[in-house]
Structures are given as structure tokens and as C-alpha cells.
């Protein structure tokens, strides 16, 4: 079945450090790829997506790229801040877009 | 706009008790979803829904059981609370359009503790 591998966390950045979050995954057919992002104490809230490959999916600095021949979608920063420390998950959508398959999410702490 | 509401925030049951958690949607969409997050971990699927009628088994069904009486609501229910139940719950609903591509939204979560 599919399924999503994060890496390991916690990470931890100081503030206008450089964050790549690695994300592949093993699915058939073509799943559109999403990051979501959990504050303390919230749901999560979508951060991008990529629904085809090649596709690159960006939001308030962060971006992923939809890598098929590498089947992943890790996820980058620039110069990271406070206000990104969460927790980021990795998900993917089934073959028939009803159900998504989440990575186990990974903490990122940025330091002043 | 409200988006996804549930209620309660928080509770704590006794083993054996039973409750029924609510979720509702304000954006009209047909897909919706209940998962729960145990500490350090991912989420895991336990039923969905894709329109009012039609319910269907996640991952981790075992303990629950749902109903979709309407498109807005999608109330979860726990029929024999055990420890092993003690979690975060997250009710999350979808668009229909577009097959996978439209991105899930989510309320901000029910925790509940059995001891």
C-alpha cells in the first residue's frame, strides 16, 4: 500500500538557518503530495502541495518539488524563523483521491 | 467563516464510559474524515465519509463507529472507552472537485483522556 517515510526529528535550527525536511514515498499511479504544518495546540493547516510531477509547490517561503524519478518531496527554507517551530507532516493522496497517507511528522524548533 | 468545528476540546472518560464526539463543516464538502494523533506519532485514519449515507473503515477502526446523516455533520462515536483510546481526535473534511488534488481542512482537535 502507500505509504510516506519523514525524517527522523526533532530538528533543531537557529533563526535564518537553511531547513530541508526529507520526504519520499511509495505509492501507485499519481498521487498528489501535500505538507501540512501543526502549530502547538492546533490542527494542521495545509503549507503547499504538488499534484504533478515536476510540479513545485510554495508557501510563506517554504517550497517542494514533486520529484517522480525520486519519489520525493522534501520540504526547504531559505532562512528559517521562531514562528516556523512546529511540527511538519508529509502526506500523500490514495489513487482514488479519497484518503490521504500522512509521514509520522517531524518537530522543528528555531532557536533565537 | 467557521470551516471545521469540534466539540468538545477537551474531555476525560471513564473506562467502560461512552461519549460521542461532533464535527461539523460549514463549506459544504462531501469527504470528511476522523483521525486520531497519539503523542510523537503521525495521524492515523479511522473513518471517512464521502456524502451524507456513506461511511467507510480507516486504518484504526476498531472502538468506533460513525453516521452521516447529513453533509455537515459527521459525529464520532465511542461506544466502550478504553485506555488505549486516550488520543487527539482531528475531524477533517475535503472539496469533492478534482480527484486527490483538493487539500484537506481541518478543525483543531479533541483531546481526550480515559482513565
Known amino acids: 500500500g502507500d505509504s510516506v517515510t519523514q525524517m527522523e526529528g526533532p530538528v533543531t535550527l537557529s533563526e535564518e538557518a537553511f531547513l530541508t525536511i526529507n520526504c519520499t514515498y511509495t505509492a501507485t499511479g499519481y498521487p498528489s503530495l501535500f505538507w501540512y504544518v501543526q502549530y502547538p495546540g492546533e490542527g494542521l493547516q495545509l503549507l503547499l502541495k504538488?499534484?504533478?510531477?515536476?510540479d513545485k509547490g510554495s508557501n510563506k517561503g517554504f517550497e517542494a518539488t514533486y520529484r517522480k524519478e525520486t519519489t520525493s518531496f522534501h520540504l526547504e527554507k531559505g532562512s528559517v524563523q521562531v514562528s516556523d517551530s512546529a511540527v511538519y507532516f508529509c502526506a500523500l493522496s490514495d489513487s482514488s483521491g479519497s484518503r490521504l497517507t500522512f509521514g509520522e511528522g517531524t518537530q522543528l524548533t528555531v532557536n533565537p | 467563516n467557521a470551516g471545521v468545528t469540534q466539540t468538545p476540546k477537551f474531555r476525560i472518560l471513564k473506562i467502560g464510559q461512552s461519549m460521542t464526539l461532533q464535527c461539523a463543516q460549514d463549506?459544504?464538502?462531501?469527504?470528511m474524515y476522523w483521525y486520531r494523533q497519539d503523542p510523537g506519532m503521525g495521524l492515523k485514519l479511522i473513518y471517512y465519509s464521502v456524502g451524507a449515507g456513506i461511511t467507510d473503515k480507516g486504518e484504526v477502526p476498531n472502538g468506533y463507529n460513525v453516521s452521516r446523516s447529513t453533509t455537515e455533520d459527521f459525529p464520532l462515536r465511542l461506544e466502550l472507552a478504553a485506555p488505549s483510546q486516550t488520543s487527539v481526535y482531528f475531524c477533517?473534511?475535503?472539496?469533492?472537485?478534482?480527484?486527490?488534488?483538493?487539500?484537506?481542512?481541518f478543525g483543531d482537535g479533541t483531546r481526550l483522556s480515559i482513565l
Open positions: 463549506m459544504n464538502h462531501n469527504y
Open positions: 477533517a473534511s475535503r472539496s469533492q472537485q478534482g480527484v486527490g488534488n483538493q487539500p484537506q481542512h
Open positions: 504538488a499534484t504533478k510531477a515536476d
